[in-house]
């Protein structure tokens, strides 16, 4: 069955430093996700990606946050400078298309900033 | 704003039913979602429904949607060891094209 998957499953990173948090979508899915999630909080929306642009992006979604797709297979979240704030489980997730709402997530990245 | 609610934590025996409650605010809330994620794996789309349905079937899963009262609950049948896991509730509103609110997640735990 195809899955959404993603690398790494665990980053450390210094407060400062850029981080790029990789996913691959399921094959022929046109929407991409991210969403994170806090310790013992909610799994919050960060942002939506649809033909090469970003559709929607949460408050959260600052400048410090970028996405991309540069290829055909993968999707990317980039921090610019992450702060101690950014450690979290960040999730990438796809949906197939316009009539189906199933979106479907990876296993998380666990993001560490020391 | 958009809100879900859960409970925080649930414990049934091996074998009972198990009924996970969740309530919403955005009454134009279209899809509502059950999820389950299980220790150190992702969140596993267990089933949906759509806003104009009030009950979906599917195998030992019942969901149950009280429109009016913005309720919606996820009830497992002959509850197993393999069923221990968070359970989130989630909806997509009307006004969103993509995103997903998410409930804080009830903890399911299996007496045997």
């Known amino acids: 069955e195809p899955e959404v998957t993603q690398t790494p499953s665990h980053q450390v990173t210094q407060m400062g430093q850029e981080v790029i948090l990789r996913c691959v979508p399921i094959?022929?899915?046109?929407?991409f996700y991210w969403y994170r999630q806090i310790l013992g909080q909610k799994v919050e929306f960060l942002v939506s990606f649809y033909n090469n642009e970003i559709s929607e992006k949460s408050e959260i979604f600052d400048d410090q946050f970028s996405v991309e797709r540069p290829d055909g297979s993968n999707f990317t979240l980039k921090i610019r400078s992450t702060k101690l704030e950014d450690s979290a489980m960040y999730f990438c997730a796809s949906r197939a298309g316009t009539t189906s709402y199933e979106q479907y997530f990876g296993p998380g990245t666990r993001l560490t900033v020391t | 704003g958009e809100d879900v609610e859960q409970s925080l934590f649930l414990s049934v025996r091996e074998g009972d039913s198990s009924v996970i409650n969740c309530t919403y605010t955005d009454s134009s809330s279209t899809y509502l979602y059950w999820y389950k994620q299980e220790p150190g794996a992702g969140l596993q789309l267990l089933t949906y429904?759509?806003?104009?349905?009030d009950m979906k079937q599917d195998q030992r899963l019942t969901v149950l949607l009280n429109k009016k009262d913005k309720h919606l609950s996820l009830r497992i049948a002959d509850t197993q060891t393999g069923d221990s896991a968070i359970y989130f509730c989630?909806?997509?509103?009307?006004?969103?094209?993509?995103?997903?609110?998410f409930g804080s997640g009830t903890r399911l735990s299996i007496r045997p």
């Open positions: 429904i759509f806003s104009n349905m």
């Open positions: 989630a909806e997509k509103g009307y006004s969103s094209a993509s995103k997903i609110i």
């Open positions: 094959s022929n899915h046109l929407y």
